[in-house]
């Protein structure tokens, strides 16, 4: 699909702005519809686009192999790692109040924010992950 | 109005995909389904809901099936090689299954004759702690979408299980279908 | 017995959808029309729990001047997980139809079994030949 000049030059203006798109719906995951497993599933399917685009080498050159199975464990550690701190701090595990970003309302919303972050990466990771498991020639 | 008629198109979509023979016709309306769905729940006010399913469901979902086709056939063979049972036709397993699906519908419906009805604001879900969940996630977290701050906050747990979840069917999903690396 | 039928129908709606997709689970023989009865089960299954969810002149559960009385929430959180899990449930599902053709070259659940019985045939007629007494 790479000779069709149409496709080519929609798709390379469009991604940037789908994971731009992506982010935004993450940010936003508190002040309206959204949140950690939407924008995951919006990015991974920027990367679907590319590779749909250009094919699976090219994608895989863009998205290594290596990069995408340590992401896959990095977004539930930063999940799990969250709550463990907050159990330094003298609270129970997952309890953002305790943690020492000032008083109790800011310390709960950026505890809020941290496992939205986490729960994103997962999500695009493993999205990415199994299309490329799936999408493999006939006779593989 | 609209109402009805979305969720008349739902059953309709829902028959077409089952009873369609090419495979590739049936993931499609599969896709439609899923944003038919997403549209009906928008109409109940259920939008971080809506806005997953479409998508999950309609982006995903779709892809993914459609990544299957291609590595295996695209479509529903006749019966030729099985001499069990020619599809479509109505024989002791189909009637059998239809049976089945009718009794399971009627103790489903007899056990709704009980629920209170669609939008009843002293139905007994909407007394119990829905509305400290409602008060209470401005004041302490600052955060006003109420479905993320509950998710995040009340139920923390869930989405840890939640996320563990994702990561266990990615893993699964390697394991399957990965071959060793060519050197 | 009318006001019955105009206080529930939706529910037999619901329930109608969730039979589709049962029928389809149990009935037909390819493996991928499982897979997608399976799908259409389980949104059926969040559509019943979310109606539940809905208060007559609710708004959407954000925070709002304008609102008199909200949605409950409480079951958009828990169908949001669900989603998510039958996302997962999906993907491996179909990772297993996928090992299954490359072991036995079809999708159909009769021919499957059908060259497994003549497997299991084959093994026992060598294992008859080649016993000592």
Redesign the interface.
Known sequence: MKDDIIIRVISNLLIPFIQLYALYVLAHGDLGPGGGFQGGVIFASSIILYVLVYGIDEGRKRSHQKITDVLNSIGVMIYGGIGVVCLFFGGYYLQYGKLPLGDLKHASHLGIYGIEIGVEVTVAAVMVTIFFEMAGRKND | MIDFIL?FF??IC??A??RMKD?LS??II?GA??LI?AV??TR??????????A???A???T???I???????RG??N?Q?????V?GSLNA??II??I???V??AV??YG??D???????N?P??HH??PR??KEP????????????????Y????????????????????L????K?QQ | MIEIIIGKYNYWIYITLMMIGFYAMIAKGNLIKKIIGMNIFQTAVILFYISTGKVWGGTAPILWDKAVIYDNPIPHVLMLTAIVVSVGTTAVAIAIVIRIYKEYGTMEEDAILEIERKQAEELRKGNTGQREI
């Open positions: 969720l739902l059953v829902a028959i995909a089952i495979l049936t993931v599969l389904y899923s769905m009906v729940w109940m006010n259920a939008v971080d809901v809506a806005f997953t399913e998508s999950v469901g982006g995903i979902t892809v993914l099936l990544a299957a086709l291609s590595r295996t056939q529903e063979e019966g090689r099985s001499q069990v049972r599809q397993h189909s299954s239809l089945v699906v009718f399971t519908g489903l419906v709704t004759l629920m209170p009805d669609y939008g009843d604001p139905a879900s909407h702690v829905a969940y409602i401005l004041e302490e977290s600052g955060v006003i979408n109420m479905v993320t701050a509950l998710l995040a906050n139920r923390g747990y869930d989405t840890l299980g939640e996320t563990t979840v994702i990561f266990t069917s990615g893993i699964s999903v390697i399957l279908l990965r071959r690396m």
